[in-house]
């Protein structure tokens, strides 16, 4: 008898890869060789990009609203409830667009 539960992610069949995506990751792959073999780091921005990007959001917003840590948390949990799947950069975003657009206007 057949279960939709007893699929497993390997069951199902993956869509084709592109002969783009299999030349970046083979060069992904081979700068990370190339990396290790001269022990290079990696850039901070590849490392921590998104992290620093929310940082510099929130800094931004929090500028905007005078420092007031409390507002700009504020605007960005408005913003966690009219797009519930979006992630806290994108969230951030909404909130300085929305600011922006209130207090700045058109």
């Known amino acids: 008898m ?7 992610e390997q069951d199902q069949p993956q869509p084709p890869r592109t002969k783009r995506s299999r030349q970046e990751g083979i ?7 190339v990396r290790k ?3 290079r780091p990696y850039p901070a921005d590849e490392l921590f ?4 990007n929310q940082a510099d959001l929130f800094n931004n917003l929090l500028r905007k609203v005078g420092g007031e840590r409390a507002a700009a948390e504020r ?3 408005f913003e966690r409830k009219q797009f519930p ?3 806290r950069l994108i969230w951030l975003e ?12 058109d």
């Open 94 to 105: 909404k909130a300085i667009q929305r600011w922006e657009k209130d207090n700045l206007g």
């Open 2 to 8: 057949y279960e939709p539960e007893d699929e497993t």
């Open 37 to 39: 073999l001269t022990k």
């Open 75 to 77: 605007l960005i949990d």
């Open 85 to 87: 799947d979006g992630n």
């Open 49 to 52: 990009g998104a992290a620093i």
């Open 27 to 33: 060069f992904a792959k081979f700068d990370g060789f």
